[in-house]
Each structure stands twice: as structure tokens, then as C-alpha cells.
């Protein structure tokens, strides 16, 4: 009984497959057009394409600006060369001085005029020129020593200014001393200046604190060169 089932069942599948090979191959007609080759052709039509410009991702928390403190340069005058140097390398390792920028400005150096007889190469010589200036009556001046730069030789004033070198140098050859010379000399200045840059607000709760109860010194804004100038 069940080998007369099983034939019926099986000439139907060998049907349906025949009837699915006949139907792939187009025998029976075109085939559907919602097939995925013919749909993805159908898809991809160029002047259909449309650009759409991305949107921005909008930032949740923004970076806010950062505040920038206003600031100023002061300098404090009337010290001298050593305090200021003292009060500069002081500050500088101090919290409550942090942000402020402390720099030492040494005073300009002074000009002077020496009228000296040059070097006579030895102790002796130069003894010898001394005992002569005293016969013309000169005895304001005075010999180097061997560790000086300038030894041996004789000092005969020094002066602020080239007028008055130049007079007293006349006054000498009139008294028949005729090797004395003129030189000029830079000489460093002992004073200086402190110059102070940061905040205002730092600047003004620091430096007063500094300069109390010292007459001497003077508090100002510091001179600003304007740019393109020269010297």
C-alpha cells in the first residue's frame, strides 16, 4: 500500500522541478522584474542622486574664553645696584609674587676724565717723577700700585667733565709738567632700577607692600618705547 503512495509523490517532484527549470531558464515569459539584480540596477540611476550636506553635531558644552587680566609694568627707583638685585631674587621665590616678572635695570654708567702721567715701568721711575712734580709744587696726586692695571703710573685728578680735564691739564704745562694725558673712563653706576611687569591688580596689592617705609624709593609706570623709534 505505501509503495502505491510513494510513486504518485515522486513523479510530482520530478514535475515541479522540471516545471522550476523551465521557468528559470524565460521559457515560460520574462522573468519578475522585483528580482535583487534587476532591483539593484534599478536603484543605482545617477541623475536621481541628490547630495544632502551632513549636519554639525551640535557641542553640548562649548569651551568658554578664557579671561585675559589686564597688565601693566611699574618700576621702583632709588635703589641700589645690590638691594635691587636682593629684592629681585627674593620675590621671584615667593607665592604671593607669582605671575609678576621682576627684572633689574642697572643705572647708565658715569663719564669721567682722568689726567694721569701714563705708566713709567717701574717703582722706582715713578718715584723719580714724583719727587720732580713736588719741586713744581704739585703734591694732590698719587702712584699706582703694582697690582693696578695702570701701574706706575701717577694720578693727577679725576673730572666730571672734558672742560675741566682740559683746564687742569693747561695748568700743568704752564708749571712745565708736559707728559700728562687725558683719558676717558666709563664708570658702572652703583644705583638701579627695578622693573616690575604683571596683572594690575597683582601689581597693586604687591608693590606697595614692597616699598613701604622706604623714603628713597619712588614708585612709577615704567617709559615705553614706542615701536619704529630708534634710539
Wanted: hydrophobic share 40%.
Amino acid at each position: 500500500m505505501w509503495m502505491k503512495l510513494l510513486r504518485p509523490a515522486f513523479l510530482l517532484l520530478i514535475l515541479a522541478n522540471l516545471l522550476f527549470y523551465i521557468w528559470a531558464q524565460g521559457y515560460l515569459g520574462p522573468r519578475d522584474d522585483g528580482r535583487e539584480p534587476l532591483r539593484l540596477v534599478q536603484q543605482l540611476v545617477p541623475e536621481k542622486l541628490r547630495l544632502v550636506a551632513a549636519e554639525k553635531p551640535v557641542a553640548q558644552n562649548p569651551p568658554q574664553p578664557v579671561a585675559v587680566l589686564p597688565e601693566a609694568c611699574r618700576v621702583i627707583s632709588g635703589l641700589d645696584l645690590v638691594e635691587a638685585t636682593r629684592i629681585e631674587k627674593a620675590e621671584t621665590e615667593k607665592v604671593e609674587s607669582k605671575g609678576l616678572n621682576f627684572v633689574v635695570k642697572p643705572g647708565e654708567s658715569a663719564q669721567s676724565y682722568w689726567v694721569h702721567i701714563p705708566s713709567l715701568g717701574s717703582a722706582q721711575a715713578a718715584e723719580k717723577k714724583a719727587d720732580e712734580l713736588r719741586r713744581r709744587g704739585l703734591v694732590d696726586f698719587s702712584i699706582m700700585p703694582e697690582g693696578s692695571p695702570s701701574k706706575f703710573a701717577i694720578s693727577l685728578g679725576l673730572f666730571k667733565n672734558a672742560e675741566l680735564a682740559n683746564g687742569y691739564l693747561q695748568s700743568l704745562a704752564k708749571r712745565g709738567v708736559k707728559s700728562a694725558k687725558i683719558q676717558a673712563r666709563e664708570e658702572p653706576s652703583a644705583q638701579a632700577q627695578l622693573e616690575v611687569r604683571g596683572p594690575v591688580d597683582l601689581l597693586s596689592k604687591r608693590l606697595p607692600e614692597l616699598v613701604a617705609g622706604n623714603t628713597a624709593v619712588s614708585l612709577n609706570n615704567c617709559l615705553e618705547v614706542p615701536k619704529g623709534t630708534g634710539p
